[in-house]
């Protein structure tokens, strides 16, 4: 870290004495400066950011790029450090922006360009345009060999090395006049000379020289380009136009992809290479596209311009083509040209004929294009060329199906009939119905026929039978099993696997309870076998009056039939009840929770078992139950119930639903959240444990939880009053104070009908017995509930005045008949 902040020290002090010989000085300060040695500075080492205070101190200096150099070579600075300062300098200068050194030095395409824009207005449809959505394409490559045809210009710089006897090594920077100095031989002119013929020039020169081993060839000669002058070209058409400073090394691809290739409507078949204002090529992407052919990616020269006019025709090519899109056309091209630039059609095309949408000054037209004007079909520009998909159907198709070895398709060829396709098929299986395959045919208007076919006279050669077959028949030969019912044989109970089962012939009872998966545990040994007596035949008044058979038998513990029924086999629709052994019971469970003592899981010791029992065996409730406010969870379906996570979910929101509405909302919630049914049981638990054996007394069942909760001296009213609120129970609290502490009722309420759910679940209404009206008792943890008017109060004095108007407007017409009758 020392060594690496020690060398940016120095570093930045010679990028600020190189900086300060720039600015204007007194004599005395110019004297000091003057013995300043410059020697060390390189400019790949001077920042971008120095780079551009240097240009500014230049530019408020008005001081020349000459004069510049001059006080630089002075202080030691060699000229090839400060060329490549200048380069940065009048890059910074024409771009107005900052280019890196080592970008330079990398003979970067871009070293100046205007600034970049979105290729979002390249279309993608335009064949070609691939070339140009992505940046990278085409960028030229600087890290090549020096190229022998590369013609070298000034501001290159070459690399001469002599190597043998004689060793020699130098760089040297071409010129504006096109000559490099090369020590002890002087001036050699070689701009315009090719990288080949500068070498050959160059050796002429040394060898005349101090360096003989060259003509002896004890020594050899490699000139080599070692930094690549810049050039200036001018891109006209294209997305991103302009002039722009390139690599010498640039090509005409590189410079269009440098300018985001061709505008919206710029040709990519004609483009111009303009070099002294005269016309030296026209360029044809499609020649590269279509053939990878590079003829036309010439090397770019100082003020080269590059033009990119419109385009004179494109046509569009939709559908079933390998590459759909808009392709351009010239005069000479046909259709056939235009397929091949699309790739062809793909393997669904419709390649008969060609649908093509073309248009005149005043409407469109549609032609049909058939395949063998392709090759002679000029299209116009604007002109959609819309290739189809081929028919979803087969030409020389049939099928067979059913009772062969190999059901398929098949191709139909002329002569074919029915015996061939069974044996194309495999032939018929053993359980192939003879006498009543089915052939379907198509009729002209492709509505269906049936044909029934008599298969044993086909195998015999019957012409009659053995029919010509026809594009798209098909054939279903019938299995004797598909015509016979699917007889079943039926098992329930004490079994592991209950259900209905194929009957096969011979089958026993042993046989059936194996297929169930045997018995359980609770099996009973005694079984009991129904068969059924009306299997066919006429319908009778004797048939009728018994329809089952029940046979009694027994199963041992192998599964083995005794008394009488050893050889027993059963009959179809044979139905087997395995019952349920009665001195074998499962152990029932329940549950407790809330202000008991003793919480959990406990078995039923009897079926008689009560609540009282229950809490009892748990040590009893806590102070803290609200006896008056238990409840008892019933589940009918008991399987997995304390393990269920949707009866958890149930058991939290309980309170919360026995709060806002009745029990019916609540049996509502249990039976769309849980996939079981279960009751809610409202229990008067005081009366309970004061008269234990009582009707309120319930008798527990598997699967019931016990639910105590604690103590609740609140009281909710809701419904349709002002606000619902929640207030402390009081003595002597009653309907009238908990509507009173909720603001009264609104006009939308039924107060008479206002009633009270109490803590357990129970609810009582206000009654009335003709001028008495009977409150419900208020206790704790209820609710007052005010139920809301769904139809608007009638207005009284409105009714009155209506019902008056009807008995004037009827006396003021019988008055008027009366007058009349007169």
Not at 86 to 106: C, H
Not at 134 to 152: D, G, H, R, T, V
Not at 318 to 345: C, H, M, W
Not at 392 to 415: H, Q, T
């Amino acid at each position: 870290m020392k060594s690496n902040s020690f060398s940016s020290t120095i570093l930045n002090t010679c990028s600020l004495l190189f900086f300060l010989s720039f600015l204007p000085v007194s004599g005395q300060d110019l004297n000091t400066l003057s013995q300043k040695n410059l020697s060390a500075i390189k400019a790949s080492q001077i920042s971008d950011a120095e780079i551009q205070k240097i240009k500014s101190q230049v530019e408020s200096s008005n001081m020349g790029m000459d004069e510049l150099k001059n006080s630089a070579l002075e202080r030691g600075l060699p000229s090839e450090e400060f060329e490549l300062i200048r380069q940065r300098i009048e890059g910074q200068k024409n771009n107005n922006q900052q280019n890196s050194n080592e970008k330079l030095i990398e003979n970067s395409v871009k070293i100046e360009a205007p600034s970049a824009k979105n290729n979002t207005e390249i279309d993608p449809l335009i064949f070609g345009s691939e070339l140009f959505l992505q940046k990278s394409n085409f960028m030229a490559n600087s890290n090549l060999a020096s190229p022998y045809n590369y013609e070298i210009g000034p501001n290159d710089v070459l690399k001469i090395m002599l190597y043998g006897i004689q060793e020699f090594s130098t760089e040297q920077r071409v010129t504006k006049e096109g000559n490099i100095t090369i020590p002890n031989i002087g001036l050699v002119k070689i701009s315009g000379l090719t990288m080949e013929a500068a070498q050959s020039k160059i050796k002429q020169q040394m060898e005349k020289n101090i360096y003989k081993s060259l003509k002896t060839n004890e020594s050899k000669l490699s000139v080599t380009l070692s930094n690549i002058r810049t050039i200036h070209i001018t891109i006209i058409g294209a997305n991103n136009s302009g002039t722009f400073n390139v690599s010498s090394l640039t090509t005409v691809f590189n410079a269009l992809n440098i300018a985001g290739g061709p505008s919206k409507i710029g040709t990519y078949r004609n483009i111009e290479l303009i070099r002294n204002n005269k016309l030296l090529r026209t360029i044809d992407l499609y020649h590269f596209l279509i053939n990878g052919d590079q003829s036309d990616n010439v090397g770019l020269k100082e003020n080269d311009v590059i033009r990119i006019p419109p385009f004179k025709d494109r046509i569009e090519m939709k559908g079933f083509v390998k590459r759909p899109g808009i392709f351009e056309i010239k005069a000479q091209e046909t259709f056939n040209d235009i397929l091949n630039y699309s790739g062809g059609f793909d393997d669904f095309a419709y390649q008969a004929s060609v649908q093509v949408i073309k248009k005149n000054d005043e409407e469109f037209l549609i032609q049909d294009l058939i395949k063998n004007e392709y090759s002679s079909f000029h299209p116009e520009g604007g002109s959609t060329f819309i290739i189809s998909k081929i028919l979803n159907r087969f030409k020389n198709r049939i099928k067979i199906g059913g009772a062969v070895f190999r059901p398929d398709s098949y191709e139909l060829k002329e002569g074919l009939r029915i015996k061939t396709l069974i044996e194309k098929s495999g032939g018929l299986k053993e359980d192939a119905y003879l006498y009543g395959a089915h052939l379907f045919r198509n009729k002209a208007d492709l509505t269906k026929e049936i044909i029934n076919i008599n298969l044993k006279k086909v195998l015999e050669d019957d012409q009659k039978e053995n029919i010509l077959l026809q594009r798209e028949d098909s054939i279903h030969v019938t299995s004797i099993f598909d015509l016979k019912d699917k007889l079943k044989v039926s098992v329930q109970g004490e079994v592991h696997k209950p259900g209905s089962f194929m009957y096969y012939e011979g089958i026993t009872i042993k046989d059936l309870i194996r297929l169930a998966g045997g018995t359980t545990y609770k099996a009973n040994s005694k079984i009991e076998i129904a068969r059924s007596l009306n299997k066919g035949g006429a319908l009778t008044d004797k048939s009728l009056e018994s329809k089952t058979q029940i046979l009694n038998s027994e199963i041992d513990a192998n599964l083995n039939v005794v008394e009488g029924f050893e050889n027993f086999q059963l009959e179809p629709f044979d139905f087997i009840s395995i019952t349920k052994n009665q001195n074998f019971n499962d152990v029932e469970q329940i549950k407790l929770t809330g202000q008991i003592r003793f919480t959990g899981t406990y078995s039923l010791a009897s079926k008689t078992e009560r609540i009282s029992d229950l809490i009892q065996r748990s040590g009893g409730v806590l102070p803290s139950a609200f006896l008056k406010g238990a409840y008892l969870i019933r589940n009918e379906n008991k399987k997995n119930y304390f393990e269920s996570d949707n009866n958890s979910a149930y058991l939290d929101s309980l309170e919360k639903i026995k709060f806002e509405g009745s029990i019916k909302s609540l049996d509502g919630y249990a039976q769309t959240n849980t996939t079981k049914k279960i009751n809610y049981l409202a229990l008067e638990l005081d009366k309970i444990l004061m008269k234990p054996g009582s009707t309120f007394d319930i008798i527990l069942k598997d699967g019931d939880e016990l639910v105590v909760p604690k103590i609740n001296n609140q009281v909710k009213i809701s419904g349709a009053v002002f606000q619902e609120t929640i207030i402390p129970f009081e003595n002597g609290l009653n309907i009238k104070n908990c509507i009173s502490s909720a603001g009264g009722v609104t006009d939308k309420s039924i107060r008479g009908k206002a009633y009270v759910i109490y803590a357990n679940g129970r609810s009582k209404q206000i009654k009335r017995f003709g001028f008495f009206r009977f409150n419900p008792v208020i206790e704790p943890g209820c609710q007052v509930v005010v139920p809301v008017l769904t139809q608007p109060k009638a207005n009284v004095l409105v009714t009155i005045l209506q019902y008056t108007g009807m008995i004037a407007q009827i006396g003021t017409t019988l008055l008027t008949i009366s007058l009349l009758s007169k």
